[in-house]
């Protein structure tokens, strides 16, 4: 079904039998060579490899726009080649409800410039045939209800984004969601958090696609000093009520914590606040993509 | 006579259970009968006074012709009853964090909404705190002025919340919730102000009943109504700047929950946000027209014909509303704020220009660009700046219940200026844009029609604000001179 591209490398993938037409070989490209529409692989069969591979998916989380456009592209670049697995994308919202104040502070830098979504997914267009790992993008719901939820994942198709998180939709809402998302190739990854109940918890990781996103702490989005060891007793929860990947996210800051939560069991680690953070408050955006890529490297070598 | 400490024990944490309660309708243990209504499936009691007239008395509850818009109602109350939604409107759209704790809230607020302990310490504190009930004033002078030249013309009423303690109708609400608060064993209560008057309110609550208070309000709002910050202060209440208004107060102090659901409760101050707060706000300010429905009767044998309310987000106009509903003779008007005109970009007209979105974890009327982000709205009633509105207000404007109208800043100035001259009462500019909403509806009404305004607030505190601009006109026209 998915053919992907990497590093010149040319290998099909054919679950259930079905067997691709036979393509004749082309020379190599280097990869940032336009290719019309490069697939990688989506969030699911990413967490499949690796798991294959016993390691642990890192998932860094940026916000669109901050400090600018162009270098949130070079940005996405950055991660992706230091051996990010999905990179998550936020939407700038002008009332983030879930996010703490140093990923406010890059929605409201990032809206103060003018950004939006057309030119999110303009830019996305041109950067993700340039990627080897899937992107997922993070919106509130109201962006996302005033395209017209159709238009809004069918724009998500056409961009090749593979997932989408929502922070402020509960289950009950997510229905059609699931419905245009699943139409169009998207995997909605839903949340669960230490204050949801266990049959609830339940039936979230059976309808989350892609992997379960498991929050680490009863709060908003930022940095914290440690992890909180409930993550050990809720991970063990999780995997005991499905087979799909869990990662955990918001806090996680530092190498030691990513260590520490992959030692716990989880699938993935995402770190969000303490990217934007280094990205959005250096003294240039240069600075910052050096920044990040060093920030990168040494959280990566704690899961090695 | 019962006056047990209201810190009882009983409280529904780590299981949603729903309490099995013998309603205690004894006149003899309480000393008056309450009355009772069978509301959404439970029995749902509330105190007003010792002459609660019995609605079936007055023939109102059980109409032989259900009409459609009474269908509609009845539809919204199943919607509610069953996922938190007035129709399409409302609902709970937060992160998944704060599912649970709002649904033991809801079990929490039911429990209490038929508890006859909480509902008898409740009427105490709103009669010898909070002051209830508020007059239903006749407002001589000003029917006067809206007669036309044969001396016809309607007969306006004040229903008088500005004569509350705090001098809005916000304490209705902050008091009952910031019990229900310490019932649930919550220590320190959190808020959000725009005009500053829920602040207030909820600052006096909580050094009454002994719990530490943080309000955050807006850093511009804090300038423009500066003597509630210092009222606020002096009860000692922690007030938190938050850069911006009101909506940036609001969704600060619920990031600041989401840190601590165990120890701090959020205190909505109006009908928005996710379900059950729009429900318990306006089950709490439903005493203003439960007030005023047996204050009509006592005074002209009949119903209000007009009810006239400022809608901000809605506390207000639901309070005096909903009593009504169901009372299809009964024309129920909410003016919001057109600030600088209603086209101009600049106003707080959320149910005229705004569109239906989420936001602040609700499905509600909006005022929203097109990339779905959420405009700032504008009004010289701060306490009506918000780019929301109250999801049954939503609803109720859907299915052509309500009328919604929209009323400048100049004209609430001048209303305030008006109801000063005219009445020697002070107005707070909220309120003053539904007085002012009098100038258009008084001409097209019969005579002798009952038109009851909400004074929701006094105006103490914009007297400055009106002062000034009164001083700019003086002097434009003298420069025109």
């Known amino acids: ?10 290998f099909q993938t054919k679950p259930g039998g079905h067997s691709l037409p036979r393509i004749k070989p082309f020379r190599f490209k280097p990869p940032m060579a336009t290719l019309a529409t490069v697939p990688t692989v989506g969030l699911s069969e990413t967490f499949s490899k690796l798991k294959r591979q016993g390691k642990v998916a890192f998932i860094p989380y940026i916000t669109a726009g901050d400090p600018d456009l162009s270098t949130t592209a070079q940005a996405l670049k950055v991660l992706d080649s230091c051996g990010s697995d ?15 104040p140093v990923i406010q502070a890059a929605a409201t830098r990032s809206l103060a410039k003018g950004i939006n979504f057309d030119k999110i997914i303009a830019m996305l267009k041109d950067v993700i045939p340039q990627l080897s790992c899937p992107i997922a993008l993070f919106s509130y719901y109201n962006p996302i209800l005033k395209r017209g939820i159709e238009t809004f994942m069918t724009t998500l198709k056409d961009a090749g984004i593979h997932g989408l998180v929502v922070p402020d939709v509960p289950l009950e809402e997510t ?5 245009e998302a699943v139409n169009n190739n998207v995997e909605l990854v839903l949340l669960t958090t230490p204050t949801t109940p266990i049959p609830r918890m339940k039936a979230i990781v059976e309808a989350s696609e892609g992997f379960v996103y498991l929050v680490s702490s009863v709060g908003v989005t930022g940095a914290r000093t440690s992890v909180s060891d409930k993550v050990q007793s809720l991970l ?8 799909k990947p869990v990662a955990v996210g918001f806090g996680i800051s530092k190498p030691e914590h990513v260590k520490q939560v992959a030692e716990w069991g989880a699938d993935g680690v995402i770190v969000g606040s303490a990217m934007v953070k280094v990205l959005g408050e250096a003294k240039s955006p240069e600075e910052g993509l050096k920044e990040l890529e060093n920030f990168t490297k040494s959280l990566k070598i704690a899961l090695l | 006579m019962a006056g047990n400490n209201l810190q009882s024990t009983i409280s529904v944490h780590g299981r949603t259970l729903y309490p099995t309660c013998k309603l205690l309708n004894s006149s003899k243990m309480l000393g008056f009968s309450l009355q009772s209504r069978t509301d959404r499936g439970l029995i749902v009691c509330s105190a007003v006074g010792h002459n609660t007239l019995n609605s079936d008395e007055l023939g109102l509850r059980n109409p032989t012709r259900t009409s459609e818009i009474l269908e509609l109602i009845d539809q919204g109350e199943k919607t509610l009853a069953n996922s938190g939604k007035f129709g399409r409107f409302g609902g709970i759209f937060v992160p998944e964090t704060l599912i649970t704790c709002l649904k033991k809230l809801e079990v929490e607020f039911n429990w209490v909404l038929h508890d006859p302990q909480f509902q008898e310490e409740l009427s105490i504190a709103l009669k010898d705190y909070v002051g209830r009930e508020t007059p239903l004033y006749f407002a001589e002078r000003l029917t006067n002025y809206y007669r036309n030249k044969n001396g016809e013309g309607p007969e306006i009423y004040l229903k008088r919340e500005d004569l509350t303690h705090g001098g809005a109708h916000k304490i209705n609400n902050a008091m009952a919730q910031a019990m229900l608060a310490k019932r649930m064993g919550r220590k320190s209560i959190v808020a959000a102000t725009g005009a500053g008057q829920h602040g207030v309110a909820t600052a006096a609550a909580c050094a009454k009943l002994g719990l530490d208070c943080t309000i955050f309000m807006g850093s511009i709002d804090m300038q423009r109504q500066s003597s509630n910050v210092l009222l606020m202060e002096h009860t000692g209440a922690q007030v938190k700047s938050v850069a911006g208004t009101f909506k940036d107060a609001t969704s600060e102090a619920i990031r600041s929950c989401v840190g601590n659901l165990q120890g701090s409760y959020y205190l909505a101050g109006t009908a928005v946000g996710p379900h059950p707060c729009p429900s318990m706000v306006r089950e709490f300010q439903t005493v203003i027209g439960k007030e005023t429905r047996k204050q009509a009767m006592e005074k002209w044998s009949g119903k209000p014909d007009v009810l006239v309310a400022c809608v901000g987000s809605g506390s207000n106009a639901l309070g005096l509303f909903h009593e009504f509903i169901r009372d299809e003779d009964v024309r129920l008007i909410g003016v919001e704020a057109a600030g600088y005109g209603i086209d101009s970009g600049k106003h707080s007209a959320t149910l005229a220009k705004g569109e239906v979105g989420v936001y602040h974890g609700a499905m509600s009327y909006l005022l929203q660009d097109d990339e779905g982000q959420i405009i700032g709205p504008h009004s ?9 509105v109250s999801p049954e207000l939503s609803f109720l404007k859907d299915i052509g219940r309500a009328e919604f109208y929209s009323i400048t800043d100049e004209e609430a100035l001048e209303a305030y200026t008006r109801l000063c001259r005219l009445e020697g009462i002070f107005p707070a500019l909220e309120a003053a844009h539904a007085l002012a909403y009098l100038e258009k509806l008084c001409p097209t009404l019969a005579s002798g029609t009952k038109v009851v305004v909400n004074c929701s607030g006094r105006g103490d505190k914009d007297a400055g604000t009106v002062f000034k601009y009164q001083h700019k006109m003086e002097g434009e026209q003298e420069q025109s001179e």
């Open chain 1, 236 to 243: 063990h929860e999780i995997k005991e009520a499905t087979s």
């Open chain 2, 380 to 388: 010289i009633g701060v306490g009506l700046e918000y780019p929301g």
């Open chain 1, 1 to 10: 079904m998915a053919a992907t591209l990497k590093a010149g490398f040319f």
């Open chain 1, 86 to 100: 999905i990179i998550e994308l936020g939407v700038p919202y002008s009332d983030p409800l879930a996010d703490g």
């Open chain 1, 175 to 179: 229905e059609i969601l699931r419905k």
